[in-house]
């Protein structure tokens, strides 16, 4: 696709559905009204599906955290539809069996109005045909492709948060011109891991470079040196993206395996996600680069609405808890469940939803959803969202570690992650 066809494409998503993107706007939320006015007192019950143990646990924690800063900041506002937000809270274990118990548990026992907030992809596969199923929505802060490519349901949406195939043709360009051609890639061995395989190699062969070894390692490994001496000699860019609990130990023998003679190195920050980047032995990281989906250190030019976020999630100028600085937050991902609990409110407002059996209305509502402009309800940048597919398109940001920290130096647009739709859910039935 053209850059001019991207632009011309997304004034066609602009168009679309004007009229409820003024309430998914940021700037414009109903919802203003005493919980007394509303029809019902009865509470908004949201159900969260939380990485409370398991390979996602780090994850879990701060999710919890933005979601429950943006229930309380919703029902200071008055609830959605003047009735308060409550989040009812289940454990997963980052499995995807566990996923689907889940979705089966708040549907018929906590009888939610909606599931929301799983990252990692295996368990957002496991558990979305549940949710079709219980005709449950389930809004999901994934960032895998799984969504848009239309493998799911129409139950399923992820309106908050970029996908890996967006994110990836955002950077390509970005490490082919700056950092070499010749990429070895390191990734988890499921879902979310084979997003990055897939569509990073498409987008820097579309570069002219070429993915020379693909690492694949299992997610639940601990150790990882024995992996290195399958990079080969050529490699002018290591290109990582591990996840779990196992990642500092992967990024320091990442660092003790080269010293000081290494390739250019290009991470997506899950490598480093919850790890302090001053920690011993990540020292060799200086001058390496990362994507980052919202910059975990304050910068210079932070707008006000992403400083207001901050303060909400009780995060400090350098992305840790500010009562705990030996917290560092998973700050590059987590903003995407502040943004998903606003826009299920604007969506539950534009539809005048008043409970289960107006979900189909709900799902309509955010279907029609557009442009959302920064604000506060969307800190980390302006979005567009299609309806079609049932995803977000965003900014993205790359930055450079230097002095032990994280510094934006390349902001892609919107338009530079745009691809064609490979689905559309709106023709789907309820």
Known sequence: MTKTSKISRRSTLLGLGAGASALAAGGVLPGSLGFAQAQ???????????????????????????????????????????????????????????????????????????????????V?????????????PYFVVSEGHHVASGMLNRYTLQPGITDVKSQVISMAPFVADNLGKKVTMIYPDFAFGHDHRDFFSQAIEAQGGEVVAKIAIPPTETTFTRYFPSIPRETEVIYHVMVGPAVLTFVKEM???????????????????????????????????????????????????ASAYRAAVGVNDSGAAIDDPANVATYAHMFGCWETMHIIKAGMEAADYQGPADRSKLIEAVEAMTDMPESIEHPQGEK??????????????????????LDVVHTASIEDGLYEDEVDYTTQSF
Request: net charge negative; aromatic share 12%; charged share 25%.
């Open 255 to 305: 660092g003790e395996f080269f010293g000081p003679s290494r390739p250019e190195i290009f991470g997506f920050i899950d490598s480093l996600e919850a790890v302090d980047i001053q920690s011993p032995g990540l020292e060799f990281l200086e001058g390496t680069y990362f994507w980052e989906g919202m910059p975990r250190y304050k910068q210079a030019n932070e707008s006000e609405a």
């Open 384 to 405: 567009v969202f299609n309806g079609k597919t049932h995803q977000t398109f965003g900014k993205q940001y790359i930055s450079k570690v230097g002095d032990g920290r």
């Open 124 to 136: 957002v596969i496991g558990s979305a045909p549940r949710a079709g199923e219980l005709k449950l």
């Open 40 to 122: 019902s007192s009865a509470p908004i019950k949201i159900g969260f599906q939380k990485h409370a143990t398991g390979i996602g646990a780090a994850y879990g924690r701060w999710y919890d955290v933005a979601t429950n800063a943006a229930a309380a900041r919703i029902n200071e506002m008055g609830g959605i539809n003047g009735r308060p937000v409550e989040i009812i809270t289940e454990d997963d274990a980052t499995d995807p069996g566990r996923g689907a118990e889940v979705l089966e548990k708040f549907a018929n026992q906590h009888e939610v109005d909606v599931a929301f907030g799983t990252l990692f992809s295996h």
